[in-house]
């Protein structure tokens, strides 16, 4: 059995990055261009807990957190591609597991982001102007997301598609185990 700080051939390719930015849409087509499984973070904690607004409603972001953390190490264990939470890089565990694998930061400026978070129930945006609560978080977190990243890709403008090819040509180039 290999650890998990131990780069193997199976180090996923993972995607994070702020609230919006497509890690999930771009992710699913990462993953079928590759011909690996994707995992969604999110919907992993979803799936073995219940719906997140309700999680942070009745047991805090903290305990959010830990099941978040948790989901990581599944994901990661499966390989392929795996899209993260926006939060989940803020944890050091988490953040050292990642060190073996390939890191892609998702950016989108905040007037493209709007659009995508309308309507949605996320916690963290609730309360006041959700883009402006986005902004001030990704301002918080940028620095994470920029260290942890090992290459970056604007998913603001042009097709999406184009992000995809990118996101695969960078992942044939750039063998497990080492940054771009």
């Not at 497509?22 to 499984?37: C, N």
């Not at 999110?42 to 957190?65: S, T």
């Not at 620095?143 to 090819?165: C, H, K, M, N, W």
Request: charge should be neutral; avoid cysteine.
């Amino acid at each position: 059995m290999t650890s998990p700080e131990a780069p193997t051939a199976s180090a996923a390719i993972v995607l994070v990055g702020p609230m919006g930015a497509g890690k999930t849409s771009i992710g699913r087509r990462v993953a079928r261009a590759l011909g690996v499984p994707f995992s969604d973070t999110d919907k992993i904690v979803v799936r073995d807990h219940g719906p997140i607004p309700a999680l942070f409603a009745d047991h805090g972001e903290p305990h959010f957190r830990t099941l978040e953390r948790e989901a990581v190490v599944e994901a990661l264990g499966r390989g392929g591609v795996v899209a993260l939470g926006g939060g989940a890089v803020l944890d050091p565990l988490t953040r050292d597991r990642l060190r073996v694998h390939r890191v892609a930061l998702l950016t989108v400026a905040p007037h493209v982001v709007a659009s995508r978070i309308h309507g949605d129930e996320r916690p963290l945006l609730g309360g006041e102007d959700p883009v402006a609560r986005w902004q001030r978080i990704f301002d918080e977190r940028r620095p994470v997301y920029e260290q942890t990243a090992d290459i970056a890709f604007d998913t603001s403008s042009g097709p999406l598609a184009r992000v995809v090819d990118d996101i695969v040509a960078w992942a044939r180039r750039v063998p497990a185990g080492e940054t771009a």
